[in-house]
């Protein structure tokens, strides 16, 4: 098959890592005082898998510690909880992208406890 190169606008070739820009997101929420499966990040178009290659989290309270569940999709397999100290966060970088297992859908958190504030940022990659 034929591909187009890409060239900015002196006309070097460019060269990304990853994916061209169009294609990156990057998106956050914040979970207050709820164990409710919670979206943070939007399903992409129909066939579209939103990869995730960053993701970081912060628990904003100050007495309480958190385990934060993570899923790829809105009532899918969770994972294993990521533990957030109080005033505690987390920043993964993930290289290959952690793979969303279904197309269309929206990463999801769900916490340990009710009675803090969680924020996250997801940094990422759609794919087909």
Do not use: C
Request: zero cysteines; a negative charge; charged letters at 10%.
């Amino acid at each position: 098959d034929r591909v187009d190169a890409m060239y900015d606008d002196i006309g070097r070739q460019v060269v990304v890592v990853g994916q061209p820009r169009d294609l990156v997101f990057s998106t956050g929420a914040t979970i207050t005082n709820t164990t409710a499966e919670t979206a943070f990040v939007a399903a992409g178009a129909a066939g579209v898998f939103r990869d995730l290659t960053n993701l970081i989290i912060t628990n904003a309270s100050t007495a309480t510690p958190v385990g934060v569940e993570i899923a790829s999709s809105s009532g899918g397999t969770f994972f294993p909880p990521i533990f957030l100290a109080e005033r505690g966060g987390a920043v993964m970088y993930f290289a290959p992208p952690w793979a969303q297992a279904t197309a269309a859908a929206s990463w999801t958190a769900r916490l340990s406890v009710a009675t803090v504030t969680v924020y996250l940022i997801a940094l990422g990659e759609s794919n087909v």
